[in-house]
């Protein structure tokens, strides 16, 4: 149980184009999905955590505007990077919380996508 | 904040050896502690987990770690290191933050084993 996937596991772009990633928890209703960024060689640093219907809280520094989440559905999470640029390359991993699980303090991690801009 | 410390950003042991990977963390209050392992290119495996009780954590693949509340420390221990554990290895601790917990990880040790 508690499996959560990505898609796509990796995406080449051209600079100026916006990507969405989709990030799905398949046996497990996720109240609250989390957004991490991982550039090579180092630690993951949480972007957003993204709550089922209600706008997503940002960490300091992360320009919601350049990633945007939508949390649409207690199965679903998009991050959309727009205008991408090749500085947005990274790898990003989502990450879903079972309510019912570990008594919620449990975080569920998809395989992460890999995004390179051109 | 929560923050977490990973002394040792690259360890290399030989098979066969014991392993200790050494974390630290920061949190005012009684913390929600992981241990995590990403192979290249892959997400993360959750090794295990301390929330309470036994400090002596078991967890999947030989792992298990201890809980030192005296020095806010997590450390990850294994008795014999096997070629396939090389990797890279994250501790994080959690908090519970209004909506759900917020996961704060440390730098990562990389794991070289020597055959």
């Known amino acids: 149980g508690a499996v959560v996937s990505q898609h796509p596991s990796w995406v080449i772009c051209k600079s100026g184009t916006s990507v969405k990633i989709e990030c799905r928890s398949l046996d497990f209703q996720a109240t609250t999905m989390f957004w991490y960024r991982q550039f090579p060689k180092q630690s993951l640093m949480l972007m957003a955590t993204?709550?089922?219907?209600?706008?997503?809280?940002?960490e300091q520094g992360v320009e919601k505007d350049k990633f945007l989440i939508n949390h649409a559905s207690l199965t679903l999470s998009t991050l959309t990077v727009t205008s991408a640029h090749p500085e947005d390359s990274s790898f990003y991993i989502c990450?879903?919380?079972?309510?019912?699980?570990?008594?919620?303090?449990?975080?569920?991690f998809g395989p992460g996508t890999r995004l390179t801009v051109l | 904040a929560q923050s977490v410390t990973q002394p040792d950003i690259h360890i290399t042991v030989s098979e066969g050896a014991s392993l200790e990977l050494r974390c630290n963390y920061s949190y005012g209050a009684t913390p929600y502690l992981f241990w995590y392992v990403q192979s290249p290119g892959q997400g993360l495996q959750l090794l295990l987990k301390y929330f309470s009780g036994d400090t002596l954590v078991q967890g999947i693949k030989g792992f298990e770690a201890e809980f030192k509340r005296s020095q806010s420390s997590f450390n990850l221990r294994k008795p014999s290191v096997h070629w396939s554990d090389a990797a890279e290895y994250f501790c994080?601790?959690?908090?519970?933050?209004?909506?759900?917990?917020?996961?704060?990880f440390g730098t990562g040790t990389q794991l070289k084993v020597e055959l």
């Open positions: 990450s879903a919380r079972d309510p019912y699980t570990s008594g919620g303090n449990e975080q569920f």
């Open positions: 993204s709550n089922e219907g209600s706008k997503a809280t940002y």
């Open positions: 994080a601790v959690g908090a519970l933050t209004g909506g759900g917990n917020k996961l704060t």
